[in-house]
């Protein structure tokens, strides 16, 4: 079975502009989480998305969306790009509808954001 | 509020010696808990879980994990370290916030590095 993966894994904007990135997961995998993880933050939830509906969602600004399609890929979305959203953002899914809270969670390699 | 407490940022080791990091959290009623562990270029990996019975838990790769619940406590043990598990070890703790929603809240990580 193919990994997660995320799609780009490096990407460099510049401030002010928005960013999409791409999560597919596991194949049969409904739920798929989104972190940001930096070295003075640590990991951050960001999100949580269960057949197409965000379930959770962790203590960041509009200015990070998602989404997730009927196939379970999920997208993210940062607009207007701020400096301090330079971090690696992981993406992980998981099998079963108690989420990423009590399943196993897979990670893929993330996306490293570089925002200059 | 809930919270994880992962005291060592880095913890070193000789190679062969037994190893013990620790985890500690806040929360009212029993917790799921993880570890995982990050490795130098690759995603991070379950290494092994607790929701309830035995407070004993094995996990891959020879490790092992304690609940103790009068400690709030959640250490991560192995008896003998070889040089590949030098890595960042991420405690978790899923739990019910106040919007009735779960969330998998992290530590901020123990940095494992192993002397020859």
């Known amino acids: 079975k193919a990994g997660v993966t995320q799609t780009p894994r490096y990407l460099i904007k510049t401030r002010g502009q928005q960013v999409t990135l791409s999560c597919s997961p596991i194949s049969g995998h409904r739920s798929v989480s989104w972190y940001q993880q930096t070295p003075g933050q640590g990991l951050q939830f960001l999100f949580e998305y269960f057949s197409e509906t965000q379930r959770n969602k962790g203590n960041f600004p509009g200015r990070f969306s998602g989404r997730q399609f009927s196939n379970s890929r999920s997208e993210m979305n940062v607009s207007t790009l701020e400096l301090g959203d330079s971090a690696l953002y992981l993406c992980a899914s998981s099998f079963g509808a108690q989420g990423s809270s009590y399943n196993e969670q897979f990670f893929g390699p993330g996306t490293r954001l570089t925002v200059l | 509020a809930q919270s994880v407490t992962q005291p060592d940022i880095h913890i070193t080791v000789s190679e062969g010696a037994s190893l013990e990091l620790r985890c500690n959290y806040s929360y009212g009623a029993t917790p799921y808990l993880f570890w995982y562990v990050q490795s130098p270029g690759q995603g991070l990996q379950l290494l092994l879980k607790?929701?309830?019975?035995d407070t004993l838990v094995q996990g891959i790769k020879g490790f092992e994990a304690e609940f103790k619940r009068s400690q709030s406590s959640f250490n991560l043990r192995k008896p003998s370290v070889h040089w590949s598990d030098a890595a960042e070890y991420f405690c978790a703790v899923g739990a019910l916030l106040m919007d009735s929603n779960y969330q998998l809240i992290w530590g901020a990580g123990t940095k494992l590095i192993i002397k020859p």
């Open positions: 607790y929701f309830s019975g």
